[in-house]
Nanobody, 111 residues
Framework: QVQLVESGGGSVQPGGSLRLSCAAS????????VAWYRQTPGRQRELVAR???????NYADSVKGRFTISRDNAKNMVNLQMNSLRPEDTAVYYC?????WGQGTQVTVSS
């Protein structure tokens, strides 16, 4: 079965950190571009970060310098390290590869 499963979401205070993980089954993430998106109610899903096959990365301007996307090919996973979190980072975060989406994981940043 082809699927992506996110984990690592939760609640954190402003300035805190979280690490999201995206695990793939049924296919290899190492030979695909993989991206993290996020969505809040009433807004379109927006691209947060993308990692290409050869490792090149790109980020939304709002997260540059705070978030880092990386691969763990041995575990067939892609991670998103999120530091210096802000209340505006609150959203459901989704892992994506092509037409495949995970179910999402909630991140809440609040004091």
């Amino acid at each position: 079965q082809v699927q992506l499963v996110e984990s690592g979401g939760g609640s954190v205070q402003p300035g805190g950190s979280l690490r999201l993980s995206c695990a793939a089954s049924g296919f290899s993430l190492s030979i695909n571009d993989v991206a993290w998106y996020r969505q809040t109610p009433g807004r379109q899903r927006e691209l947060v970060a993308r990692i290409q096959i050869l490792g090149d990365t790109n980020y939304a301007d709002s997260v540059k310098g705070r978030f880092t996307i990386s691969r763990d090919n041995a575990k067939n996973m892609v991670n998103l390290q999120m530091n210096s979190l802000r209340p505006e980072d609150t959203a459901v975060y989704y892992c994506n590869q092509g037409w495949i989406w995970g179910q999402g994981t909630q991140v809440t940043v609040s004091s």
